[in-house]
């Protein structure tokens, strides 16, 4: 199981608004992507499926595979991918199934997988009274978790800020298929 019912309810409520699942750092993958060069991508924790508008911007021809278990129209199991972008969608995984979640993630590309998470605390609060970052935690805490299910190639994070104020903590990480029993070494 990768979500439960319950959150499922609450996030396919959460994307009828115009601005949930509308990410906006996909940027920050663009420069990666022009050097991968894939034929297809798995926009996996898809939301609005806004990346396929940042690839046809940036001259990226790749197709476009929407992934999102709260949206309908993208719930459908994905075909893989040459690459898997994550962005903004770790922070929102019920505990519970995060392990669930990388490993059908691990399964859905043959190249890469590029994460991003938010380390903070959302703005948005559910109905249910909790944060819309259902799993925040320190950077640390997704490279250990990160490193379970896949091989890093790269791990950075960053500052985020809001109206000039420190918010909290940002990770991104390039990372490759775990091949059983090679470590690889950097």
């Given amino acids: 199981m990768l979500i439960s019912e319950e959150y499922k309810d609450i996030q396919e409520k959460l994307h009828q608004d115009p601005k949930y699942g509308a990410a906006t750092a996909y940027k920050a993958v663009i420069p990666y992507l022009q050097r991968m060069r894939p034929r297809s991508i798995v926009d996996y924790g898809a939301g609005k ?14 197709r476009y595979i929407p992934y999102d278990p709260a949206v309908r129209e993208f719930s459908a199991d994905p075909q893989t991918g040459d690459v898997v972008i994550c962005m903004d969608v ?96 950097y």
């Avoid at 691990?106 to 259902?134: Q, W």
Wanted: proline content about 3%.
């Fill in 49 to 62: 499926g806004k990346l396929k508008g940042y690839l046809r911007q940036y001259g990226i021809s790749a």
């Fill in 90 to 185: 770790c922070e929102h995984i019920e505990e519970e199934y995060v392990d669930n979640v990388f490993r059908h993630m691990n399964s859905k590309f043959t190249h890469f997988c590029i994460l991003a998470v938010a380390c903070y605390p959302a703005k948005k609060i559910m109905e249910d009274g909790r944060n819309a970052h259902v799993l925040i935690r320190q950077p640390s805490w997704w490279f250990a978790k990160f490193w379970e299910h896949f091989d890093v190639i790269e791990f950075r994070t960053a500052v985020a800020k809001l109206d000039d104020k420190f918010r909290g903590h940002e990770a991104l990480a390039v990372c490759r298929k775990k091949v059983p029993g090679i470590a690889l070494a």
